[in-house]
């Protein structure tokens, strides 16, 4: 099992930036994928960015140039810094991790509002 736990979230203005945070932990052997996912209300849950490995990226064509994946394999944690956050962005973000199954974290929400 894999358990993951997001940080980070919180009330921002709109333009203003966020860094989330994703720890994992328990049997994290070989987690090849890792990333995150956002669910606003009303809506579906739907791809925020991921990231396979350390470097190969791959983001939503809505935060493109905005939000950033990274991934520190020594703190088994994977991060989404984001910047020029907009109202459009609010949601409840969730950490997702692959091994030999799904995994997601609790969910942390970000809200941006003025």
């Known amino acids: 099992q894999v358990q993951l736990v997001e940080s980070g979230g919180g009330l921002v203005q709109p333009g203003g930036s966020l860094r989330l945070s994703c720890a994992a932990s328990?049997?994290?052997?070989?987690?090849?994928?890792m990333g995150w996912f956002r669910q606003a209300p009303g809506k579906q849950r739907e791809l925020v960015a991921i990231?396979?490995?350390?470097?190969?990226?791959n983001y939503a064509d809505s935060v493109k140039g905005r939000f950033t994946i990274s991934r520190d394999n020594a703190k088994n944690t994977v991060y989404l810094q984001m910047n020029n956050l907009r109202s459009e962005d609010t949601a409840v973000y969730y950490c997702?991790?692959?091994?030999?199954?799904?995994?997601w974290g609790q969910g942390t929400q970000v809200t941006v509002s003025s």
């Open positions: 990231i396979t490995g350390s470097t190969q990226t």
């Open positions: 997702y991790a692959v091994q030999v199954r799904e995994f």
């Open positions: 328990g049997n994290i052997f070989n987690i090849a994928v």
